[in-house]
């Protein structure tokens, strides 16, 4: 039985910062200050606190940051207009308009409406098609850090075999671009993949974006896999997942009656089969707001640099 060596997200996300800092200090010198605003609209609750992470990080990191906010009845037209004032504002460097968008909003529209060149989540269609031609300079963020997280293994993932479990646009699809850009094997699965777990568990690196608490149980882990949990997912004590939790500290807050944060993927079976594993919170989450930050100065040096 092995333990799993944990992949600190928060310190290699603090890395990411450190660089992000030397980047910002030279545009300062040259008069320039990256510009990030959130757009965010209606009131998703994990929305509210993910676009004010991002905001505070964009602030403490020397940024403009700002955060727009807009009722959820707020029409198509108003937004696309929102869209417009910020791409022409030289100002704004980046530009994030917080998923998921109330369902009367065509959120594929929107995306194609911002300027690809201040896209710092990477998600409009000509940024994805340069993700996919391995051009792309704006790559979008949770991939970024799985991928950096994956780099802080020192393992050439030359060769190995690559199972991502979700296939949207936001993690799924670009991390096995960029898993194909190493020279991974990759295979894509989701709720209609055969045999799940007889895929996963050929998995050299599993990873696990599919949105479902504790969905990977330790029998589809291979001894030994590098495991990257994407999800989280906020377990109240009164679900049926609660029982499922193993973790001491989150089992006593449960039973305190509080609410934790979960994976996607059982931590304690992966902690007993995995050589890596990232832990839910800690792990993916802060590595997606450091390569934000790292995307606005991209963007800003692009730009204006
Ligand atoms: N919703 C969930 N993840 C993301 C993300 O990375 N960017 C944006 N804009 N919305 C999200």
Not at 39 to 55: F, H, I, L, M
Not at 142 to 157: C, K, Q
Not at 164 to 177: F, L, W, Y
Not at 266 to 271: L, Q, V
Request: a neutral charge.
């Amino acid at each position: 039985m092995t333990e799993a060596r944990l992949l600190d997200g928060k310190g290699i996300a603090a890395d990411v910062e450190r660089e992000v800092r030397t980047e910002v200090a030279q545009l300062l010198g040259k008069g320039i200050v990256p510009g990030l605003v959130a757009v965010r609209v209606g009131t998703d609750p994990a929305s509210e606190v993910y676009v004010r992470n991002k905001a505070r990080k964009a602030i403490e990191l020397g940024f403009r940051g700002t955060q727009e906010h807009f009722p959820g009845d707020m029409s198509q037209p108003e937004l696309m207009r929102v869209i417009e004032r910020l791409n022409s504002d030289d100002e704004v460097d980046g530009i994030l308009v917080q998923l998921p968008l109330p369902p009367h909003i065509d959120s594929e529209a929107v995306l194609r409406s911002i300027e690809p060149a201040k896209d710092v989540d990477g998600f409009h269609p000509v940024n994805v098609g340069l993700l996919h031609l391995g051009t792309a300079t704006l790559v979008p963020c949770t991939p970024a850090g799985i991928m950096r997280m994956l780099e802080s293994t020192g393992e050439s993932l030359r060769g190995m075999h690559a199972v991502v479990v979700g296939r949207s646009n936001i993690v799924g699809k670009p991390v096995a671009a960029l898993l194909l850009q190493k020279d991974c094997t990759v295979t894509i699965c989701h709720s209609r993949t055969r045999e799940l777990p007889a895929v996963t568990r050929q998995a050299d690196i599993l990873i696990a974006a599919l949105g479902r608490p504790l969905f990977v149980t330790g029998d589809m882990i291979r001894d030994g896999a590098i495991v990257i949990d994407v999800g989280i997912n906020r377990i109240e004590p009164d679900s049926p997942d609660a029982a499922k939790i193993r973790d001491e500290n989150k089992s006593q807050l449960l039973r305190s009656g509080k609410s934790v944060l979960a994976g996607d993927v059982d931590f304690s079976a992966a902690f007993e089969k995995a050589s890596w594993l990232t832990p839910v919170p800690g792990g993916v989450g802060p590595m997606t707001i450091a390569m934000l930050m790292k995307n606005t100065v991209t963007a800003a040096r692009e730009r204006r640099g």
